[in-house]
Structure formats: structure tokens, C-alpha cells
């Protein structure tokens, strides 16, 4: 044999040699699962609900007629400050005033016919009073004989058909009475209808919006719904109407503060408090995608906008109706409680390892069964393995879960990557530690 080819041998088996133990090392490897850790801390947790929904004024009364007809005058314009009682809207008051003079006209015409009602119970008392009289004077003749029968009863003919006029006669007093306070109530009636065609402010505002110029025709809402003219609203409280999930709306409490984001004023935030929650709930979407809503409303604290108020207008609001906003709204705190990163937390069934199965069965206190209902629970480390740690678990923010029961502060738990912490690792694992830059990098 060459020298040659004896080298080539030898080169050849010490390949073979370094790409067997190579394999060796990294198959000892692959049972090692990188992981993250995170420390079991003290924080302070407040836990909330997101929602979006649109400002708007907190009071805002809609203004419309009364009466149809004619806008003949609007002095206001949109954007305008008003004060309780200004004239605001008037419509053309002909067809009111027509209205109201046959009113009247058909309450004097009422009025009189009383009056003659009146007179005639006058008259019938006065003619009974004489037929009375007549019958009680020939009843005395008929005892002594000097008149028949028959004249007699012709006399007290007269005398019941005299009562009974008296009677008619106050029965049509009643009906002219009724009839002159019918007339009356139209009169009225008439007058206020009249009244309506000046619409005045019913509070101190804003003209938020303007839907009518004048010139145009208007509908009364005494014949329908009414023409819509303006809005009147105090731009000085505003809220937000947000729409709540019904999985959500159960943790919201009146008085529960809220963040406040608005997409015209980015990177910064507004406080409020919860004034209104809904009882019924609104729906929307397809019927096979219905969505179940609640409107719960947010006063915006005017503190935390103090600063965009505009000191020579300080009754507008920097926040216009229909804007759109995200609260976020705290239904929960706890200060000072032992957490943990969300992620570090996950519900197992099968907790076991094939090397490490009493351990698992003396945590669980029993011989796992495929029924059992997950447990919630943490990945400790003890060394550079891993211990399972059954845990009871309060409320939580986006990033930290309380935990109240299973582990002690300064433990060192496992918090990701997520499918070593649901699914890979086991009670009892070798892991190696990394930070979260280095954990998916290429060996």
C-alpha cells in the first residue's frame, strides 16, 4: 500500500470519526428546548375593556316644528352660541292665525247660544210658575165643585208640560255650556298652534347643526314625524358613545374610569368615567354573523383638555360630534400583586414525560385521565430544568397575569416561545436559557 493511499485512508476515517461524534453532539442538543424566562413580580395589574365608538355632545336637544308652513326667519347660523330663550326659528304664522280667528269666532258664537239657553230656563221657570199657580187654584175650584173634571185635567196637563219644558230648557244650558268650553279648548288649542310658529331656545348652546334655510317648507310633528331644522347642544361636556361586546359589558361598572384615544389629536390621551350602560343591546351584521353590542357612554373629564380650549371661545369644545375615539375602560386594579407575563401562562391536560412520569403524578395528586379538565398552570425552573406549577390566576392587562396561588415571588418561570410553554416542554425537561434576541437564531 502507497503512503498515498494509506493517508487518504486515514482521512477518511477521521472524517467518519468527526461527523459521528458532530451527529452525537447536536442529536445531545435537540433535547435541550431554548427558552425565556421572566421573574414572578410584584406589579400593579388594572385590567380593562378596548372599545370604539364616535363623540358626542352629552346634551343635544333636536329642534323641529310644531306647525307646517314657511321658515321666514333663522338667526342663527351653525357654529352660533345661543342662551336659553333666544328666537331661534320662525315660520310663517298665516295659516295659524286664520286658525285662531275662527277659533274665537266659534267661541263667541258658543257663548251667545248659552246666553239664549240661558234666558229660555228663564223663560219655561217663569211659565211654570204661572201654570202652578193656575193648577193649585182650580184644584181648590174642583173640590168646591165649580169646575169639571175634564177642564181639571187639562189644567194639570198644562202644569207637567210646563215642568217638563224646565227641564229641557236646563238640559240645553248644559249642552250650550259644553259647548262654549269645546269652543274654549279650541281657542286655545289655536293659540298655542299660533305660539309654535316662534320656536325659541329651549337651553344655552351651541348651534351644533344646521339642516334648513330659510325660505324652505317645513312639516309639523303634530301631523307626523317633524322636519328636523337645527341642533342645539352644550359643547362644553362631551362624551363618548362606545359599543361594548356582550362578553365585555358584564365587567363595566358606572363610574369606571376610562383612557380616551381620538383620531384628530394622536399620541395623547384623554381621561373619562362611565355616566351610561345600556340594558339592551343592539345588534348588527347578517343574521348568521349577528353582533351584540352594548352603548355604554363616557364623559370626557374637561381637565384633561383644558389646555385645547380656546380661551376666547371657551363655550366650543375641541372635539367635534361624530369624531372617532377608542376608550379603554378599567373595570378592575389590584396593586401590588404577584404576576407574571401572560405568555407564561398556558392550561395543560397531559402534563407527563416519559422519563419523568412520578413527578408529574405526585404534582397531580393522581394518574392522569384523557377526561381531565386542563389545569392552568406555569413552568418553574429548578437548575436548568423545569418543574410544573399548578397555579390560580386573578385579572390581567395586555401583558401581565396576577397570579394568587402556586408559585412565590422571584421564582423563575419559563415565558416563551408560546408552542414550549402549550405544547413541548414537560415536567422535568433540560431547557437552556436565552435571551429574546438570541432564542430563534441558528445554532
Excluded at 257663548?111 to 230656563?121: E, G, L, M, T
Excluded at 198644562?158 to 219644558?165: D, I, K, L
Excluded at 352603548?295 to 384633561?304: A, D, H, M, N, T
Excluded at 416519559?354 to 385521565?369: A, E, Y
Aim: charged share 25%; net charge negative; aromatic share 4%.
Amino acid at each position: 500500500m502507497t503512503k498515498s493511499r494509506k493517508r487518504l485512508y486515514w482521512i477518511l476515517a477521521i472524517a467518519i470519526v468527526a461527523l459521528v461524534v458532530i451527529a452525537v453532539v447536536v442529536n445531545s442538543e435537540s433535547d435541550v428546548i431554548k427558552v425565556t424566562t421572566a421573574k414572578a413580580e410584584r406589579r400593579s395589574i388594572a385590567e380593562s375593556v378596548i372599545a370604539n365608538g364616535k363623540i358626542q355632545p352629552e346634551t343635544e336637544v333636536v329642534i323641529s316644528s310644531e306647525v307646517s308652513g314657511k321658515i321666514l326667519d333663522l338667526p342663527f347660523t351653525e357654529g352660533a352660541k345661543v342662551n336659553e330663550g333666544d328666537l331661534i326659528v320662525r315660520i310663517n304664522p298665516d295659516l295659524a292665525q286664520s286658525a285662531l280667528d275662527r277659533a274665537v269666532a266659534a267661541l263667541n258664537s258658543a257663548q251667545a247660544n248659552r246666553a239664549n239657553a240661558k234666558a229660555r230656563v228663564l223663560q219655561t221657570e217663569a211659565q211654570l210658575r204661572n201654570a202652578e199657580v193656575i193648577y193649585r187654584r182650580n184644584q181648590n175650584l174642583l173640590d168646591q165643585g165649580a169646575i169639571s173634571q175634564a177642564e181639571f185635567d187639562n189644567l194639570k196637563a198644562n202644569f207637567e208640560s210646563a215642568q217638563a219644558e224646565v227641564m229641557a230648557a236646563k238640559e240645553s244650558e248644559k249642552a250650550a255650556q259644553y259647548s262654549v268650553e269645546s269652543a274654549r279648548a279650541t281657542v286655545k288649542e289655536a293659540r298655542d298652534s299660533y305660539s309654535r310658529t316662534t320656536i325659541y331656545a329651549p337651553m344655552e348652546g351651541t348651534v351644533s347643526s344646521l339642516k334648513a334655510e330659510e325660505g324652505e317648507q317645513v312639516v309639523g310633528a303634530m301631523q307626523m314625524t317633524g322636519t328636523e331644522i337645527m341642533r342645539v347642544a352644550n359643547l362644553e361636556v362631551m362624551e363618548v358613545l362606545a359599543n361594548v361586546n356582550e362578553s365585555d359589558i358584564v365587567r363595566i361598572a358606572f363610574g369606571d374610569t376610562a383612557s380616551i384615544e381620538v383620531d384628530a389629536y394622536r399620541d395623547r390621551k384623554f381621561s373619562g368615567v362611565v355616566t351610561e350602560i345600556a340594558n339592551s343591546a343592539t345588534s348588527s351584521g347578517l343574521s348568521a354573523d349577528q353582533v351584540t353590542n352594548f352603548e355604554v357612554k363616557i364623559r370626557i373629564k374637561k381637565g384633561s383638555y383644558s389646555d385645547l380650549i380656546d380661551a376666547e371661545h371657551p363655550e366650543l369644545s375641541p372635539f367635534r360630534p361624530g369624531m372617532n375615539a377608542t376608550v379603554e375602560i378599567y373595570t378592575d386594579r389590584a396593586d401590588n400583586a404577584l404576576s407574571v407575563p401572560i405568555e407564561a401562562v398556558t392550561a395543560r391536560t397531559d402534563t407527563s414525560s416519559s422519563k419523568n412520569r412520578s413527578t408529574v403524578d405526585k404534582l397531580m395528586g393522581d394518574k392522569i385521565d384523557e377526561d381531565e379538565e386542563p389545569i392552568t398552570c406555569v413552568f418553574a425552573l429548578s437548575g436548568n430544568t423545569v418543574r410544573l406549577a399548578p397555579v390560580k390566576t386573578g385579572i390581567q392587562d395586555d401583558k401581565y397575569i396576577v397570579i394568587t396561588d402556586g408559585i412565590s415571588e422571584s421564582d423563575e418561570i419559563v415565558s416563551g416561545p408560546y408552542d414550549a410553554v402549550s405544547l413541548k416542554l414537560s415536567p422535568g425537561d433540560e431547557v437552556d436559557r436565552v435571551s429574546k434576541d438570541n432564542l430563534y437564531k441558528d445554532k
